[in-house]
């Protein structure tokens, strides 16, 4: 089987606004900095995947506006994901598994979430009969979640608090982070609660933003890149949709597609968990049997920055550049979407 | 004017609108009929025995299609098994002051049911608490139709 | 009505309505700006030397920052057109009605707008159009100080020659 590898990563500086851009302006610098980290030209690339989704900005094929960014003449071999870009990643991986003529695959995520209202947005990816007319918002839901571990007595509010606190420290260390500090879990206790028992800390910021992986095969990986971060493992699993059908103290499809991938037992330097609630952590270190030593979100995870629709994407671009610098060498990326950990995907990745 | 002036870039309000009409299915068709036409909730039986309200189109373990001849009585009450203190409502919820989301789970079903309980205060939920449910006077035939469940037995 | 003469629930009902404040990003709102002043504005690709309208930051072909702005005529020829026979949800204007793919004189991409001022059957690719404007006091951010494009009356442009010279101008 094809050794594919990630072999250059690119993101925006995360923040709350971005007041000058559109998404085609946003994408083609992070795609020409990509490109040139590794000094390779568009024409190099041979599939383009992104992830996105129309939602973000309102505007029914608003990611085929983005294209403008890629330079797409002549005709450029392209697909895109309507949802999270690990999904985009995966797409590309398959892709190059089944064909020698796709060399270098170029992945991307974007989107605007600031312009529309994210909570709200968010609502409508419920059950259409039975939920989304009433509206119940995505802080709400991860509540619910939040709320069943708490009665297991599986964790308590500090421990959100401390997952919260964790990411905001490795945050300091990311200069593109949106958010990073040194927060005293106590402290983040005082504030009042969104949806019980969910305070601000606890959930995602919005972050308007766009990121880039490169991934090459073989040797030509080894030619581009000093120290490619191989995937070794890539796997996808989805849970029912419906809260009520689902024991929220587990995420079965995290777990299925951690063992599918291989991430569970081995050595484990780095793990980037896309947990857009603090819960959401809890569960999914449990699930991925991460071991002692691995150093959780060391970028900052989703307080340093959610640029939703790439955020995922971000996770896999983060461990690779560890392993790129020689900074780690073996590391596990997650990626999810739906609500409360509905649908998600785990990678490792590895030096050679 | 020029191409990379640092002007902040026009803003302007959109609205994005859709007037969707949803085909039920048999299964909710019948699920939604009950509640419009007895106040009454009707979950779906598998093969397993087990019953699920709301009720699914497909077996989620046998994974054959099921039919409405499979809807039996559940409820009208239930019990929270999960819930969360809402302290200001979001445009369209089914309340307009501070409210629980929770998880029910309707008498003689074996999943919840996702929907609003009135409860007036965040101490008067608990987990395991008794809820019923409180109908619109005129319904339609949807979800909207309960208007949410408050504590009682 | 009674009970048994109510028909079994069949469809919901659910409608969707979401608000955002949108932002048309960095091309645009010069494009945007321009219009309000009565000005229509393109960007010119280095590499290519194809003038883009609206303007955009980057070249399409060969996603190059541009930096130079074009000043366009609101003149051009017809591309392609469509004439629009069906009615629809929210619909404006009375069917039947045209719009066109209209390449300003100067621009190497077309731009959209209405044909008005012109029996429906005489459009055609190569029929040369003036914009009507609203007036100037009417002018906001919006394309829609161009009320339409109606024919000038002058002869034909060979618009199959003006297009395979747009092409061949292509980084290949």
Excluded at chain 3, 7 to 23: E, F, G, N, Q
């Amino acid at each position: 089987m094809r050794e594919i590898a990630i072999v250059a990563f690119a993101q925006t500086p995360n923040r709350r606004r971005e007041l000058y851009r559109n998404e085609a302006e946003m994408v083609a610098p992070v795609v020409a900095e990509v490109l040139n980290s590794v000094g390779l030209s568009r024409r190099d690339v041979d599939f383009t995947c992104s992830g996105s989704s129309d939602y973000l900005a309102g505007c029914p094929f608003s990611f085929v506006l983005a294209l403008d960014a890629l330079g797409a003449w002549p005709p450029i071999h392209e697909s895109h994901v309507e949802g999270e870009a690990a999904w985009a990643l995966y797409e590309a991986w398959v892709k190059m598994l089944c064909g020698e003529e796709v060399g270098v695959s170029l992945v991307y995520g974007f989107g605007r979430q600031s312009m529309g209202s994210p909570r709200d947005v968010m609502t409508l990816m419920n059950d259409p009969y039975l939920e989304a007319p009433l509206r119940p918002d995505a802080i709400s839901l991860a509540a619910l979640q939040a709320r069943v571990l708490l009665d297991a007595g599986l964790c308590s509010e500090r421990d959100f608090a401390e997952i919260a606190a964790r990411n905001l420290r490795h945050a300091q260390s990311n200069p593109l982070a949106q958010l990073s500090g040194q927060p005293d879990p106590a402290e983040l206790l005082q504030a009042p609660t969104i949806a019980s028992p969910l305070r601000r800390h606890d959930c995602p910021p919005i972050t308007d933003g766009a990121c880039a992986v490169l991934l090459a095969a073989g040797d030509r990986a080894r030619a581009i890149c000093e120290r490619p971060a191989w995937i070794r493992g890539l796997a996808h699993r989805i849970d029912p949709q419906a809260l009520g059908r689902r024991d929220l103290t587990r995420c079965p499809s995290a777990r299925l597609a951690a063992v599918a991938a291989g991430a569970i037992g081995g050595r484990v330097d780095v793990a980037e968990l896309h947990a857009p609630f603090t819960p959401q952590d809890w569960i999914l270190q449990r699930e991925l049997d991460l071991p002692k030593g691995a150093v959780i979100n060391p970028s900052g995870g989703i307080h340093q920055g959610n640029p939703m629709m790439g955020t995922g994407l971000v996770r896999f671009g983060e461990v690779a550049a560890r392993i790129i610098r020689g900074e780690a060498d073996r590391g596990v990326a997650h990626g999810t979407q739906g609500p409360c950990l509905q649908q998600n995907i785990v990678g490792v990745l590895e030096g050679e | 004017m020029k191409l990379d002036d640092q002007a902040e870039a026009l803003r302007g309000e959109h609205v994005l609108q859709y007037p969707y009409r949803r085909a039920t299915g048999p299964i909710l068709g019948r699920f939604f009929t009950e509640i419009r036409d007895h106040g009454r909730f009707l979950g779906v039986k598998t093969e397993s025995g087990k019953v699920l309200c709301p009720p699914a189109d497909v077996d989620p373990d046998s994974l054959e299609d099921l039919s409405a001849d499979d809807l039996v009585e559940v409820g009208p009450a239930g019990r929270v098994t999960s819930w969360t203190w809402l302290r200001e409502p979001r445009p369209g919820n089914p309340l307009d002051r501070p409210f629980a989301w929770a998880l029910i789970r309707l008498d003689g079903a074996d999943s919840a049911l996702l929907h609003a309980v009135d409860a007036g205060s965040e101490a008067a939920m608990r987990t395991g608490m008794r809820v019923v449910p409180r109908f619109r006077d005129e319904r339609v035939g949807d979800i909207r139709d309960v208007v949410c469940f408050v504590p009682g037995d | 009505m009674s009970e048994s003469q109510k028909k079994p629930v069949t469809y919901i009902k659910t409608p969707i309505a979401l608000r955002y404040d949108y932002s048309v990003g960095a091309g645009s709102s010069i494009f945007l700006r321009a219009m309000r002043e009565g000005r229509i504005v393109g960007s010119r690709c280095p590499d290519t030397g194809k003038v883009y309208v609206p303007p955009r930051l980057f070249s399409v072909e060969t996603a190059s920052p541009m930096s130079e702005l074009v000043e366009l005529p609101d003149q051009g020829v017809v591309y392609t057109y469509c004439i629009v026979n069906i009615k629809f949800y929210e619909q404006v204007l009375e069917v039947p009605y045209a719009y066109a793919y209209i390449l300003l004189n100067g621009a190497d991409l077309p731009i959209m707008h209405l044909i008005q001022e012109c029996p429906i059957g005489e459009i055609r690719p190569g029929m040369r159009v003036a914009a009507v404007w609203k007036e100037p006091s009417e002018w906001t951010e919006s394309m829609e100080n161009i009320r339409y494009f109606k024919p000038t009356g002058e002869a034909d442009m060979p618009i199959g020659t003006i297009m395979d010279g747009i092409r061949k101008k292509s980084h290949a």
